[in-house]
């Protein structure tokens, strides 16, 4: 115990002598929190709406107000008076207007005679965000405008009432629980895989081999170390990020030790895959290559960024082995829905096998020579 230890402090003081290091394996996922946090999964907001009013009745009025109400409330778009719908089109092409309305000529006449009217809607759909919304919210004042004037005594519809669990979870939050899993992954890759092929190059673990020290203490001692560098990081990602997105579920001491929980564990399993991955590589190139290919096809599956329903099988099938997956889970689970432990004992135990289940692997493929 005593000479695995030593390892175990070799590695760490190593580590804290490299503050820039430090810093790195906690930049890359805070600064992706803060910047993806706030540039994805906003609601739009100051939208250009331009409208082309050919009729100007007394119904096409209607539509002028529920649009200033929506451009004085919810704020999704704004309106441009236009002449021709022509011009309008171009705008829309051009990006100069997001979307286009078209009320038609009679359009306030055959509203009053039952005709169904129709108004009109142009948008670019080569942005489906945001022509999404418009029609979203074009289908909303539609509906209100269907709405008849005098609501019968009785009910003759069938209406859906929405109940939400939560409050409404901004996109910096839904991104935390995978910017904390990230950065554990970069505190495994840079200072677990890359410094571990470093000293095989160099021969620092085959000095450790010619002294008492034995294989299995070698192993054990090297794993450790990278799972405390990856718990350090993870703790300060998820006070820092908790913080930036304005979540105190932190100061709460049960969900603290859940999280405590889902750190550690997260760290046993990123380190215990990264050491099997590793343990038979010699080119001190090669963690540093493949450190953009696993951080795609590890953390983009994970349902970090979008839920795992949406995808298709195969990517759902590396999903389900994706330790990311089980950390993003969790985290969320705690982070966002107080879940307790009921909704991660799951994820811990997936992780915690995960990782020794690796590290059992890797022990025996472990040489003793360089």
């Known amino acids: 115990m005593t000479r695995m230890m030593a390892i175990v402090e070799r590695e760490m003081r190593k580590f804290f002598r490299s503050p820039a290091l430090m810093m790195v394996s906690m930049t ?10 706030n540039a994805f999964g906003g609601k739009i907001r100051g939208a250009r709406m331009g409208v082309v009013d050919y009729d100007r009745g ?9 649009f200033n109400s929506i451009a004085a409330n919810i704020r999704t778009f704004t309106t441009v008076a236009y002449d021709n719908e ?8 051009t990006g100069k207007l997001d979307g286009a309305v078209i009320i038609p000529a ?8 039952g005709d169904s ?15 999404s919304s418009l029609e979203a919210e074009m289908q909303a004042v539609v509906d209100a405008l269907n709405a008849p004037a005098i609501q019968p005594e009785v009910a003759q519809q069938i209406a ?3 109940v939400e669990l939560y409050p409404y979870v901004e996109y910096m939050k839904y991104l935390l629980s995978g910017s904390i899993a990230l950065a554990m992954y970069v505190a495994v890759m840079i200072g677990g895989g890359m410094l571990y092929i470093d000293d095989k190059a160099r021969g620092v673990h085959e000095g450790y081999l010619v002294t008492p020290i034995t294989r299995l203490e070698l192993v054990l001692g090297l794993n450790l170390a ?5 718990v350090l990081s993870g703790i300060c990602l998820t006070v820092i990020g908790s913080l930036f997105a304005g979540l105190g579920v932190i100061f709460h001491p049960m969900a603290a030790l859940q999280l405590l929980l889902l750190i550690v564990a997260s760290s046993v399993a990123f380190n215990g895959m990264m050491f099997l991955m590793m343990v038979r590589v010699e080119d001190p190139l090669v963690p540093r290559a493949m450190f953009g290919v696993l951080n795609t096809l590890l953390f983009f599956p994970s349902g970090a960024i979008s839920p795992i329903v949406g995808f298709p099988q195969w990517l759902r099938a590396i999903a389900v082995a994706d330790p990311f997956t089980y950390v993003v889970h969790g985290f969320k689970a705690v982070l966002l829905k107080d879940g307790g432990f009921t909704a991660i004992w799951m994820d811990l135990i997936f992780l915690f096998g995960f990782g020794v289940a690796t590290l059992l692997i890797a022990t025996p493929l472990f040489k003793r020579t360089l």
């Open 160 to 162: 859906l009432e929405i």
């Open 58 to 66: 007394s119904q096409a009025l209607k539509i002028h107000e529920a």
């Open 106 to 113: 009679q359009y306030s006449r055959r509203v009053l005679a």
């Open 28 to 37: 890359l996922p805070l600064v992706q929190l803060i910047i993806l946090g």
């Open 117 to 131: 009217p129709k108004i009109g809607l142009v948008v670019d759909n080569t942005d489906q965000t945001m022509s």
């Open 86 to 93: 022509a011009t309008a089109r171009q705008d829309v092409r």
């Open 226 to 230: 990278g799972t405390i560098k990856a």
